[in-house]
């Protein structure tokens, strides 16, 4: 009697996972996942220049390669991304995207930039927290400074007390010089309509299929 009250209960239990299964497959079919991780190139389509624009700035770029999910499903390139300037300050800024606009809709991502392409003054790797810079930073402007501002100091120095003078005079305007190029600060930072960016998807991108 166990026996058969104990097969009896699992064939129930079999019936009731097929059913379940059979009920959850079709959700799953219809989503489509790319990797966190994934790098992809694109390209701006606005002008971004560190001195005008301020935290919030949207933006628009175009996928230049296409992205394919494990299924084998295909975002195609020159697919729309909008994004928006989370960071700015000085020669620093930072990019966040947000949404990706696909023949299958429009869905919400989560990338950074990871590195800049060929883009003249502006540094090809970013830093730790996805920062882009400019060429040319507060240390070489200060260095720079110093050099030029002791040349002029000695040659001050020079004219009216001799030799020690123009020690005197090279130091001083080496400070002088060093203070000026340090509030100088580099370049500043643009980022040109075209500019290509390399970036990282930093959660699974999740497409819903209509078909």
Do not use: W
């Amino acid at each position: 009697m166990r026996t058969e009250r104990s097969s009896l209960l699992a064939s129930l239990l079999t019936a009731l996972l097929l059913m379940s299964t059979a009920l959850v497959a079709p959700a799953f079919a219809d989503r489509r996942e790319i990797p966190a991780g994934t790098r992809f190139t694109v390209e701006l389509r606005d002008k971004l220049d560190a001195k005008k624009v301020n935290s919030g700035k949207k933006f628009t770029a175009i996928t230049l390669e296409a992205l394919e999910a494990g299924d084998g499903t295909i975002i195609p390139a020159e697919s729309k991304l909008k994004g928006h300037v989370s960071y700015v300050e000085g020669n620093k800024m930072v990019l966040r995207f947000e949404r990706i606009e696909t023949r299958y809709g429009k869905f919400p991502i989560v990338a950074s930039v990871v590195s800049v392409m060929c883009e003249k003054n502006v540094k090809d790797e970013v830093g730790p927290e996805g920062e882009i810079k400019s060429e040319g930073g507060r240390g070489k402007s200060t260095a720079i400074g110093a050099i030029i501002g002791g040349g002029i100091g000695a040659a001050m120095g020079g004219s009216q007390k001799g030799g020690k003078g123009a020690a005197i005079g090279a130091g001083t305007g080496g400070v002088a010089g060093a203070l000026i190029g340090a509030a100088a600060g580099g370049r500043s930072l643009a980022l040109q309509k075209g500019a290509r960016l390399e970036v990282e998807l930093e959660r699974p991108l999740l497409i819903a299929s209509n078909n």
